[in-house]
C-alpha cells in the first residue's frame, strides 16, 4: 500500500506555534488553537530535546481538571472516506516500558463528536533515549467529518512528561491511479500562485506526468514522470475554471489515465485583498519612491559603523526608519523591510561582525535580528526565551515591552550571540531607560517588570543564530540590566556583560559569571564600554563609563565614577579621567545654572536649596558620561559623550571628549557656537584645549542655545571607524569628521547653487502635509513638516535629485497649508503643536514671509488641524478639521488641557482671523480629518467631511454631509462594520470616493468606497483594515492610490491602472509604509506622485508608464481673466478617439462652449475640464475671474466710487494716514489685493495711521466701514 505524502495536520514538528493559557494548555498556530490540553496536562517548547527542526512538542503535567490526563487536536481536518495512518515520535523521560497511551478517534468537534475507534498503544525503553515513532491506522466512512484524537497518558503525574515531535496524518493509498486531489475536484476559491496541486498516488506506481488547462478536453503537460505526487503551480488568472489530471506509471511503463478533477480561481478582488488583510503581498517597482527629506530631524539615539568596513555605518533615528550608509555619510538607504509591518526601528544596539563582513545582529528593545547581507535586509528571529504572547509561528506579541538592551556577537563565531535583558540603553532618556532619571537615593534606577515578568538578572546565549537558547544567571545580580556585553575576541570563553549593578565577567563561556567591578570601580555602574584589541600584539584593552555620582562635600559637591580601563582582563583597574573635571568657577555660558539644575535634580531638591547648600562651586565637575567609543585606528584613543544637558540636566559644555593617550589628557571636541567658547578662552587655552566652533551644521540646528550661552543639547551616540573617522548625532543633525575630531561637517544634506536643500536619504523629518495649487509651476509645491516649519520644492535640483527650499518663517510645525483661490502668493499654514500651535499664520508674497494672522484653535497644547479649504467664491469663508484633540495623539495625555475641547470642523467667516467648531448634527467627540466642497453646490456651502475613528475615547466616526456650511450636519451611510472615514475625494465626473477603518481593526472594518451618487450606494474597491490617503489622478481618472495604515499586515502603497480592478502594491525605497500621512498625484505631470512619511519626511514617485496618461494638454494650464472677458483654450490630443469634451466646475463662475471658449461670469475661481469622450482622459485649466459686480470685498478697481476718506500719501512707503468725515468713530479699516485678498485689517479711530510697510510693492485696495460710514480707495505701495 502506497502512503499519500501530503500530511493533513499543520506544524507537525512544532516549529512556528506558541503556548498559552493558565496552565500552558493550548498551542495557538496561526492564530488558532491546534493543540488543546485537558486535564492535567499543559504543553511546553522543547529545545534541547527534538527529533527534527529546533524543538518539540513536550506534554507535562499540570494539576487542574478531573479524569485521565488528556490531550488533544483541535485543527479538526476533514477526512473523506478511507484509510489513514496517525503517527509521531515519541520520547520519554524515564523507562516507561508497559505503560500504555490510547488514542480514541472520534469523527466531529469537540462537544458534539462521537467515537469511531480506540488504540491502545504500548511504549518501550528504547524511548527513554531516543525518539521513538508510534503509529495507528484507523478506517472511515461516508459519515465521518472531521478528524478529533483524544490522547490519553494514564502514567502522566506530577513530574512527569513525554515528549513528540514530527505528527502527521496522511490517507493511505488502496486504488491503481491517483486519488483524492488537493484542491478538491470542483474546489473554488483558489489562489493564483504557489497551488499545490496533491493526489494520492497509485499503489502499483512509480512515476506520473501532470497536465493542466482550461479546457477539459485539451490538457497541456506540465511535469514529466515525476516522483513526487505534489507539483506547485503559478501564474494562473484570475476567475477561471482551471481543468487537470494525473496520469500514473507503473513499473513497466503502463500508464494508468487519471480522473479530470477540476477547480476554479479566486477572483482577483477576493484573492488579494485577502493577501493583503493577513498575507505578505511584496511590492511592485512600477513606481519608483526617492526620498528627498529634507535633511535630518528630531532625534537620533544610534550609530555604528562596521568594523571591517569603515565606510558602511548604520543610523538608528527616533521617528521610525532605519538607515545605512555605504559611502561614510555621503547617501543612505533605508535598512528596513519596505514590505514589513515598520518592525526594525529605534535600535537599542547592532553589532557587525569582526570576522565575516556579511553578518549583524540587532535587537530594539525585544524583537532581536539577523542580517546575512551586510545590513541591508534582517530576519526577524522567533521563539525566543524572553518573547511574551508569541503568535504567527513564534514572533513576540508584546514587542513594545523593554526586554532587552544588550547584544553581543561572538568574534570567533558569527552564529554565537548573547543577550542581556534589561532596559538599560546606555541610560538614555530617549529610549525610556530604567536609569534614565537617576538620583543619590536611587542612582541605579528602577527594576524593569512587564506583567510580573522581571527582565533583569538573565543573559541568554545561542550558538545556532538563534534557533536554541541557553539561559545564564549563575552569578549574576537578579536586578542586574545590561547596558553593554563584550566577547573576548581572542578568546570565546572570557565574556564581559555591563549592567548597572556591576561589570561581570565568564570565563567559560557565560555558564558562570563574577562581579569584577566591585571595590575596584567607583560605583561599580556601566553607562558604557568598548575594548581596544591589536590582534598583532594580542593587546586588549577594556574601557567601562562608571556612572559619575555626585556627593555632599561640605558647601560644595565632589563627584567620583567616570572613565576606567583595564589591561588585563578586568583584574584591575585604573580611573583615566585626567582632566574631565571641570572648575565651574572658570566657565560662564550658562554653565553653573546648568550645574545648580543637575545637582538639584540628582539631590532631589530645589535649585535654590542646591545653591543655598553648596554655594561653592566645584573645580573639578564631572559630566555625566554614557558614552565610549574606542578609536580602532589609535593605540591610546578614545571618545566619551555624556547625558543631553537640555533634557536630562547634564553638566555644559560640548557634547564630546576626545583622547590620544589613554586618558592623561582630554580635549573638548565637536565645539558648537563659537561666541561661548570665545569667552572662556583663557580657560581652554591653559587646557591646550582649542575653543574655535569646529561644526558645519544643516538648516536648522535645534540645540537649544539662548543669548551667550553654551548650547544645551549634547550628543545622542557616536561611532568611529576603522579609518578613525567620528559619526555623531546632535541637535538634528548627523555629523562626520574624516580629521580625527577636529571639526565636524554635517552629512544629512547638500545644496544647489541655489542654496536650495537635497537630503541624502536619512531624513527623520515628521513629514505632516503636502499642498499643490498648478499656479506655482510645474514641479512646486509647499510642504509641512513637524518641528521644521514648510518647505517648497524647487526645480534646480543636480543629479537627479529632489531640491527644496527651506521657510522657516511660519509655525515650527505645519500641519495644514492652503493658497487663496483668487492669489496664489497668499499662503496660510496650521499647526497643533509647538510654538503658535494655535494660531494661523498667513504670507501674501509666496512665502517669503509670514505673519501671525489670527486664532484658528483653543488648543493650548495639542490639536491635530488637517485640510484648510477656501470658499472659491467668498474667500471670507475657510474651514478645517481638527483630530487627535489632546488626550488622545500625544501631549499630557488623558489629562491634557485641551482634553475635553471640542475638535471636528472649524469655520471661519472673516478670512481667517478667527475659527469657531461647528458640529451640530454630529455625535459629540467628532474628529474631522478630511474636507471636501460638494461639486453639485455652486454657492459652495455644501461639504463632505471625512470622521475616523476617535481614539481618545474610542468612538465611531462616519461620512457627514451640510448644506449650511456646518451649521448642521448628516451622517451619509458608507457601509455596514466600518470603523470611521479617514477621507474624501471626487474626480472630475463627480464620483465619490472615500477610504474606512483605524489601526489594530478587524480586517473588514476598512477600505476604499466610491459612489456615483453622491452617497446613495457605494461599491467597494478595497477592503483591509486601516485604509487611510487616497488621491486621483487629475489625467487619467482610472488611476488611483491609496495607502494602508499602521498596525495592519501590508501597509503603504497601493496603485490601481484601472479604476480599481486591480492593484500593486508599491513600498520600493519606502522604510515607513505604516506612517504615512498624505499622497497626491502631481497636478501638473501625470508620471509624478508625492508623499509626507511621518518619520522620513518626503518622497518623490515617478510612475512607470505614467505618460500613457497624458492624452489631453490643455493650455494656458491657468488664467486670470476679469467678468465678461473670454478665453480661447486649446487642446493637444495624444492617441485617443472620439470629441473632447468641455465643462466647467462651476458655471456661474465662469462657462465653457464646445469649443473650448471661456467667459467669466463673477469672481471666483474655477477648474476647466477637457475630457475624452468616455470621460477617463483629462486636463484643466485653474482660471480666476474677476466679476464686475458689487462684491465685499471690492474685487476690481474699475467701479470705486467716490470714497469721502481720503488716503495718503499715495504712493506709500510705511504709513499710510486717513482723513475725511466721520474719522472720529471706530472704523475696520481692510486692505485688499486687486484680486480680493484679505491682506490686512485693522480697527481704527480718529486722525488714524495704518502700518503698511510689510506689504509688497503694487496696487491696493481699500474698504472703511464705521457705523454710519461705507467707503473704498486705492492706493499703490512703493
Keep these: 500500500m502506497a502512503i499519500g505524502q501530503t500530511n493533513l495536520l499543520p506544524d507537525g514538528s512544532f516549529e512556528g506555534g506558541s503556548t498559552s493559557g493558565s496552565n500552558d494548555s493550548y498551542y495557538n498556530y496561526e492564530g488558532k488553537t491546534l493543540w488543546r490540553g485537558w486535564p492535567f496536562t499543559g504543553f511546553e517548547l522543547d529545545t534541547e ?340 504572547f508569541e503568535f ?39 529610549l525610556w531607560s530604567t536609569v534614565q532619571n537617576p538620583t543619590a537615593s536611587n542612582p541605579r534606577g528602577n527594576e524593569n517588570i512587564y506583567d510580573n515578568i522581571a527582565y533583569q538578572g538573565k543573559i541568554w546565549k545561542t550558538t545556532d543564530a538563534g534557533k536554541t537558547w541557553t539561559e545564564l544567571t549563575q552569578g549574576l545580580n537578579d536586578k542586574a540590566q545590561f547596558s553593554r556585553i563584550i566577547v573576548h575576541p581572542a578568546n570565546s570563553d572570557v565574556v564581559f556583560a555591563g549592567s548597572q549593578y556591576g561589570i561581570f565577567k565568564s570565563t567559560n563561556g557565560g555558564a558562570s559569571w563574577t562581579n569584577i567591578g566591585e571595590g575596584k570601580l567607583d560605583n561599580n555602574t556601566i553607562m558604557d564600554m568598548d575594548y581596544y584589541y591589536d590582534a598583532g600584539s594580542g593587546r586588549f584593552v577594556l574601557y567601562v563609563a562608571d556612572q559619575v555620582r555626585y556627593h555632599a562635600n561640605g558647601t560644595t559637591t565632589s563627584s567620583d565614577g567616570g572613565i576606567f580601563k583595564s589591561e588585563d582582563n578586568g583584574e584591575t583597574w585604573v580611573n583615566i579621567n585626567g582632566n574631565l573635571g571641570l572648575d565651574i568657577n572658570r566657565l560662564t555660558g550658562g554653565v553653573s545654572t546648568n550645574y545648580y539644575q543637575y545637582i538639584a535634580k540628582w539631590f532631589e531638591i ?39 544637558a537640555q533634557v536630562q540636566k547634564s553638566i555644559i559644555p560640548g557634547r564630546l571628549w576626545k583622547t590620544t593617550n589613554g586618558g ?165 499654514t496650521t499647526s497643533m503643536r509647538q510654538k503658535d500651535l494655535d494660531r494661523i499664520f498667513k504670507s501674501i508674497d509666496g512665502a517669503d514671509t509670514f505673519e501671525d494672522w489670527g486664532k484658528a484653535t483653543e488648543a493650548e497644547e495639542w490639536m491635530w488641524t488637517n485640510s484648510i479649504i477656501i470658499d472659491p467664491i467668498n474667500p471670507n469663508y475657510m474651514y478645517f478639521g481638527v483630530t487627535q484633540v489632546a488626550g488622545s495623539g500625544g501631549g499630557s495625555g488623558t489629562d491634557g488641557p485641551d482634553k475635553d475641547k471640542e475638535g471636528g470642523f472649524h469655520i471661519s467667516t472673516n478670512a481667517g482671523k478667527s475659527f469657531e467648531p461647528s458640529n451640530n448634527g454630529m455625535p459629540t467627540k467628532m474628529w474631522i480629518q478630511d474636507i471636501e466642497f460638494d461639486p453639485r453646490d455652486s454657492t459652495y456651502a455644501s461639504i463632505f467631511a471625512a470622521s475616523p475613528w476617535n481614539q481618545e475615547v474610542r468612538k465611531n466616526g462616519g461620512l457627514f454631509h451640510t448644506t449650511d456650511r456646518g451649521k448642521t450636519w448628516k451622517e451619509i451611510k458608507v457601509a455596514d462594520n466600518i470603523e470611521g472615514i479617514n477621507s474624501v475625494t471626487f474626480d472630475h465626473t463627480g464620483r465619490l470616493y472615500v477610504t474606512a477603518g483605524r489601526r489594530a481593526a478587524d480586517v473588514k472594518s476598512g477600505g476604499a468606497f466610491y459612489s456615483d451618487d453622491y452617497g446613495a450606494t457605494w461599491t467597494k474597491i478595497f477592503e483591509s483594515q486601516y485604509i487611510e490617503f487616497f488621491d486621483v489622478s487629475p489625467f487619467d481618472r482610472n488611476m488611483l492610490v491609496l495607502t494602508q495604515g499602521v498596525i495592519t499586515a501590508n501597509p503603504g502603497v497601493y496603485f490601481s491602472y484601472d479604476a480599481g480592478e486591480t492593484w500593486i502594491k508599491s513600498n520600493h525605497t519606502i522604510g515607513q509604509p505604516d506612517n504615512i500621512n498624505q499622497i497626491e498625484f502631481d497636478v501638473n505631470d501625470p508620471t509624478v506622485l508625492w508623499m509626507a512619511v511621518m518619520g522620513s519626511g518626503f518622497y518623490k514617485g515617478i510612475i512607470e508608464d505614467g505618460e500613457e496618461a497624458r492624452k489631453i494638454i490643455l493650455t494656458p494650464g491657468t488664467a486670470n481673466i476679469k467678468g465678461d472677458e473670454t478665453l480661447q483654450l486649446e487642446v493637444e490630443t495624444l492617441g485617443i478617439e472620439g470629441e473632447v469634451k468641455y465643462k466647467s466646475a462651476n458655471n456661474t463662475i465662469a462657462t465653457v462652449s464646445e469649443d473650448g471658449k471661456v467667459t467669466g461670469l463673477k469672481n471666483g475661481a474655477v477648474k476647466i475640464w477637457a475630457t475624452s469622450e468616455d470621460d477617463r482622459y483629462s486636463d484643466f485649466v485653474y482660471v480666476v475671474v474677476s466679476g464686475n459686480e458689487d462684491t465685499d470685498p471690492p474685487l476690481s478697481i474699475d467701479d470705486l466710487g467716490k470714497s469721502g476718506i481720503l488716503a495718503y500719501p499715495n504712493p506709500v512707503e510705511g504709513t499710510l494716514f486717513l482723513k475725511g468725515d466721520h474719522t472720529n468713530q471706530p472704523m475696520v479699516f481692510n486692505v485688499y489685493t486687486t484680486t480680493g485678498s484679505l491682506v490686512l485689517s485693522q480697527t481704527i479711530q480718529g486722525t488714524a495711521s495704518v502700518d503698511v510697510s510689510k506689504l509688497r510693492k503694487g496696487l491696493y485696495i481699500y474698504k472703511v466701514k464705521g457705523n454710519d460710514i461705507e467707503a473704498v480707495g486705492k492706493f499703490i505701495k512703493k
Aim: aromatic fraction near 14%; hydrophobic fraction near 30%.
Design 49 to 388: 530535546v527534538k527529533r527534527s527542526g529546533a524543538r518539540s512538542f513536550k506534554v507535562a503535567f499540570r494539576n487542574y481538571g478531573s479524569g485521565v490526563p488528556t490531550f488533544r487536536t483541535e485543527h479538526y481536518p476533514e477526512l473523506g472516506a478511507g484509510k489513514y495512518e496517525f503517527s509521531f515520535y515519541y520520547r520519554t523521560d524515564i523507562d516507561r516500558a508497559g505503560e500504555k497511551i490510547t488514542i480514541d478517534v472520534h469523527s466531529g468537534k469537540q462537544g458534539s463528536s462521537q467515537s469511531v475507534s480506540q488504540h491502545e498503544v504500548t511504549l518501550i525503553s528504547e524511548a527513554k533515549d531516543d525518539f521513538v515513532q508510534l503509529l495507528i491506522e484507523f478506517e472511515v466512512d461516508d459519515n465521518f467529518t472531521t478528524f478529533l484524537p483524544y490522547i490519553r497518558i494514564p502514567y502522566l503525574e506530577e513530574g512527569a512528561y513525554l515528549n513528540m515531535d514530527d505528527v502527521s496524518l496522511v490517507k493511505v493509498s488502496t486504488e491503481s491511479k491517483a486519488t483524492t486531489p488537493t484542491p478538491a475536484d470542483n474546489a473554488t476559491s483558489i489562489n493564483t500562485s504557489d497551488v499545490s496541486l496533491q493526489w494520492l498516488n497509485g499503489v502499483t506506481a512509480v512515476k506520473r506526468n501532470v497536465y493542466l488547462g482550461t479546457d477539459s478536453d485539451d490538457l497541456e503537460q506540465v511535469a514529466t514522470e515525476i516522483t513526487a505526487t505534489s507539483i506547485v503551480i503559478n501564474d494562473l488568472e484570475n476567475d477561471k475554471k482551471y481543468f487537470w489530471r494525473v496520469d500514473e506509471i507503473e513499473e513497466g511503463g503502463n500508464v494508468i489515465t487519471g480522473d479530470v478533477w477540476a477547480f476554479t480561481t479566486k477572483s482577483f478582488f477576493d484573492e488579494f485583498m485577502s493577501q493583503v488583510q493577513t498575507g505578505k503581498v511584496k511590492s511592485d517597482t512600477k513606481i519608483k519612491w526617492t526620498q528627498f527629506g529634507p535633511g535630518n530631524a528630531g532625534f537620533s539615539n544610534f550609530l555604528r559603523y562596521h568594523p571591517l568596513l569603515p565606510d558602511f555605518c548604520v543610523e538608528s533615528p527616533d521617528m521610525g526608519n532605519t538607515y545605512q550608509t555605504e559611502d561614510n555619510g555621503k547617501s543612505w538607504k533605508t535598512i528596513k523591510d519596505v514590505d514589513g509591518e515598520g518592525n526594525f526601528f529605534r535600535l537599542y544596539e547592532l553589532q557587525y561582525s569582526t570576522k565575516t563582513a556579511k553578518y549583524a545582529v540587532a535587537i530594539e528593545s525585544s524583537r532581536i535580528y539577523f542580517s546575512q547581507d551586510t545590513a541591508r535586509s534582517w530576519t526577524e528571529i522567533k521563539n525566543c526565551p524572553w518573547y511574551s
Design 392 to 430: 504567527d509561528g513564534g514572533r513576540d506579541g508584546r514587542s513594545w515591552y523593554r526586554k532587552v538592551s544588550a547584544v553581543a556577537m561572538d568574534p570567533s563565531n558569527d552564529f554565537t550571540w548573547y543577550v542581556g535583558a534589561g532596559n538599560f540603553c546606555r541610560g538614555q532618556q530617549q
Design 606 to 644: 530645589s535649585e535654590a536649596e542646591a545653591k543655598s547648600q553648596y554655594p561653592v562651586l566645584p573645580t573639578a565637575a564631572l559630566q555625566y558620561f554614557n558614552s565610549l567609543n574606542v578609536d580602532p585606528s589609535e593605540e591610546n584613543g578614545l571618545y566619551v559623550g555624556f547625558y543631553d
Design 664 to 828: 592623561t589628557s582630554w580635549i573638548n571636541t565637536a565645539r558648537d557656537f563659537g561666541p561661548a567658547w570665545e569667552n572662556d578662552k583663557e580657560y581652554w587655552m591653559e587646557r591646550n584645549n582649542p575653543y574655535n566652533d569646529n561644526m558645519e551644521e544643516g538648516h536648522q540646528l535645534s540645540n537649544q542655545q539662548w543669548g551667550q550661552n553654551y548650547p544645551l543639547r549634547s550628543l545622542r551616540y557616536c561611532s568611529v571607524n576603522a579609518r578613525g573617522d567620528v559619526m555623531l548625532i546632535y541637535a538634528h543633525n548627523t555629523f562626520v569628521s574624516t580629521d580625527k575630531g577636529e571639526t565636524f561637517t554635517q552629512v544629512n544634506e547638500t545644496y544647489t547653487s541655489n542654496g536650495n536643500i537635497m537630503g541624502t536619504g536619512d531624513s527623520n523629518l515628521p513629514g505632516q502635509c503636502l499642498f499643490q495649487d498648478r499656479r506655482l509651476g510645474e514641479g512646486i509645491l509647499y510642504l509641512g513638516s513637524g518641528e521644521h516649519h514648510l518647505w517648497r520644492s524647487t526645480n534646480d535640483g543636480e543629479n537627479g535629485k529632489q531640491a527644496v527650499k527651506y521657510i522657516p518663517e511660519t509655525q515650527e510645525s505645519v500641519f495644514a497649508i492652503s493658497t487663496h483661490p483668487w492669489d496664489v502668493n497668499t499662503v496660510y
